[in-house]
């Protein structure tokens, strides 16, 4: 299976950008990119995902990289709302239950005011 | 739109007593999923459905049965309850698990405590 790298954690100020990084360097040309949050005592929520080209809808943007091996996602304005675990997950395009989504530990995102 | 809904929100069990945990998502979506999440881990897989009458099991399914009767409701059961088995419990759902447009919806989980 795919895997991904996060680091553990990162600290940004509020009010200013957070580019949050995932190394997934052995990624298929199938595979999706998908970004989900977990804020404190609540489920994951989807964020935002992509495939080669950048993404942006209203919560984040999703930057990949042009050989896909690694990609960021980047809130524009952190509020201390964005204090969460970030999960950066592969997900096959041809879907499959078991291997759909697999989350690792994420990046524990502190947002200092 | 209530969208993902589990109960109950907490539980304590001694070892060996059995329940249900309940979840129920008002999206028609086809795919459900059951997660455990430990303390200071990711979310593993237990069990999931691509649709009524279909389940798989998942990375971690021993201990845990599931059924899916209906497109709405997907129980997780516990036979036997151990304190290994003390997590956090997240149930979610998905339109479709085929294609990769179709974002997981999570409840907000059932925290549950074997002793």
């Known amino acids: 299976d795919a895997k991904t790298t996060q680091p553990n954690s990162m600290e940004s100020n509020e009010e200013e950008p957070v580019h949050l990084p995932c190394n997934h360097s052995t990624i298929s040309g199938t595979d999706y990119i998908h970004w989900y949050r977990q804020l404190p005592s609540q489920g994951p929520e989807y964020v935002i995902h992509g495939l080669t080209s950048n993404v942006n809808n209203r919560m984040a943007s999703l930057a990949i990289a042009e050989d896909r091996k690694s990609s960021t996602l980047i809130l524009h304005r952190a509020t201390l709302r964005d204090a969460a675990v970030y999960y950066c997950?592969?997900?096959?395009?041809?879907?499959?239950?078991?291997?759909?989504?697999?989350f690792g530990k994420g990046t524990h995102l502190i947002i200092q005011p | 739109n209530a969208g993902v809904t589990q109960t109950p929100k907490f539980q304590v069990l001694k070892t060996g007593q059995s329940m249900t945990l309940q979840c129920a998502q008002d999206m028609n979506h086809e795919y459900m999923s059951w997660y455990r999440q430990d303390p200071g881990m990711g979310l593993r897989l237990i069990h999931y459905?691509?649709?009524?009458?279909?389940?798989d099991q998942g990375e971690v399914p021993n201990g845990y049965n599931v059924s899916r009767s209906t497109t709405e409701d997907f129980p997780l059961r516990l036979l036997s309850a151990a304190p290994s088995q003390t997590s956090v419990y997240f149930c979610?759902?998905?339109?479709?698990?085929?294609?990769?447009?179709?974002?997981?919806?999570f409840g907000n989980g059932t925290r549950l405590t074997v002793t």
């Open positions: 459905s691509v649709g009524a009458g279909i389940t």
């Open positions: 997950i592969l997900q096959l395009d041809s879907g499959g239950g078991a291997d759909g989504l697999t």
């Open positions: 979610a759902s998905s339109y479709s698990m085929t294609g990769s447009h179709s974002p997981l919806h």
